[in-house]
């Protein structure tokens, strides 16, 4: 018996060894943890409520509160025209009463657009275009043809075949150097070469009667060297680049100091020399032109239409005058008919200057011109709406 039990023992461990040891199960991947989601965002605060713009005051809060007495101050020197002073009144009202609602008031009203100070003018800007290459071509052209007869005056051309050669190849070398010589040019420049080669033949000129020379040599050649000159002072101010009304205030400026010199010689003397006269013109003009140059930086805004409604201001007015001297003195070579054409002259130039001051905008202490001017209801009980005017 206890031989069976060993044997049963032993194939019991022998069995038990002869099986296949259990394989290892794999590992099974955790399940992933879901993200959080994201916060909701904090609704937004609400907005603060705008606050209500500033009533104007009832008649007792006038009286009493200086601030308001400045806002009123200031709005009845707008309605007068008078901008400088109700900027000014504006800028002591938010200087002075800061936060008040008279101060706040101001911001949003007309006064607002009140401005103070030196005028601020600003130069027109010119560009290059082909009509100021033309009119250049144009003047130039019959530059050259002028410039053609007086070479042949001065060198004596007997022959008429070279006089007229002369006079088509100054011509054509004219509108060839403008056309191809000069890059595109603005109206200004155009201006400045064709008045320049102008007022030097005006000179030319006028020194020639004063001079009185004796040949026709010499005066084709005094012409020739003054055109020239005007020409190449045009081209020294060529890169100024100054717009075409600044070049015409200063021609405007010569021509009317030159037509008041000739009005005063004559009115000073019934037979003034012509020596003496042209001496005058010569030098009144060149003046004419500084002034009216210095005027033009002053302006620089100025425009040609604006200088040729000015010139017509003194044709008028040398007209006008002329024909009151005709009435007063009865002849229209009384020196009387002179003097009053000269206070012609200088009150329509004076006048047109004046009332073309604003033509470009810019505004002048007075705020000439039309202005509607309009208050909110006070309180719903009404408003103001006013209406201005000044000249």
């Known amino acids: 018996m206890p031989l069976f039990a060993g044997w049963l023992i032993a194939a019991t461990v022998g069995a038990a060894a002869a099986q296949p040891a259990p394989t290892a199960q794999p590992a099974q991947p955790e399940p992933a943890q879901p993200e959080p989601a994201p916060p909701e965002p904090a609704p937004p605060e609400p907005a603060p409520p705008e606050p209500a713009p500033p009533q104007p005051p009832s008649a007792s809060e006038v009286r009493d509160d200086p601030a308001w007495r400045l806002y009123d101050e200031a709005f009845g020197a707008l309605l007068r025209g008078q901008h400088r002073r109700a900027a000014e009144l504006a800028a002591k009202l938010r200087r002075e009463h800061a936060g008040h609602p008279a101060a706040l008031l101001v911001a949003t009203s007309p006064l607002a657009l009140a401005r103070t100070g030196e005028r601020r003018r600003q130069a027109i800007r010119e ?54 010589g000069v890059a595109p040019l603005t109206s200004g420049q155009r201006a400045l070469l064709n008045g320049g080669t102008a007022w030097g033949a005006f000179n030319a000129l006028m020194a020639i009667i004063a001079i009185d020379p004796a040949t026709e040599e010499r005066v084709a050649l005094g012409m020739l060297l003054g055109q020239s000159a005007g020409l190449a002072t045009g081209a020294l101010l060529f890169d100024r680049r100054p717009t075409a009304g600044q070049v015409a205030l200063a021609s405007s400026g010569g021509q009317w100091g030159a037509v008041l010199m000739a009005l005063m010689y004559k009115a000073a003397s019934p037979d003034p020399p012509s020596g003496q006269i042209a001496l005058g013109m010569l030098v009144a003009a060149d003046a004419g032109l500084g002034m009216g140059a210095y005027l033009a930086t002053v302006r620089p805004d100025i425009t040609r239409a604006q200088t040729l409604v000015i010139d017509a201001g003194g044709i008028f007015g040398v007209v006008a005058g002329g024909g009151i001297g005709v009435l007063i003195s009865g002849s229209i070579d009384d020196r009387a008919t002179s003097a009053v054409a000269g206070l012609g002259v200088a009150a329509g130039l004076g006048a047109a200057a004046y009332l073309t001051r604003n033509w470009n905008g810019a505004d002048d202490d007075r705020g000439a011109g039309v202005h509607a001017i309009a208050m909110p209801p006070e309180r719903g009980r009404g408003g103001l709406f006013g209406l201005a005017g000044a000249w």
């Open 127 to 180: 560009e290059p275009t082909s009509a100021a290459a033309s009119e250049l071509a144009l003047f130039q052209t019959l530059h050259g043809l002028a410039v053609g007869i007086e070479i042949c005056v001065v060198f004596s051309c007997q022959d008429e075949g070279v006089g007229i050669a002369l006079s088509l190849a100054g011509a054509v070398g004219g509108a060839v150097a403008s056309l191809k």
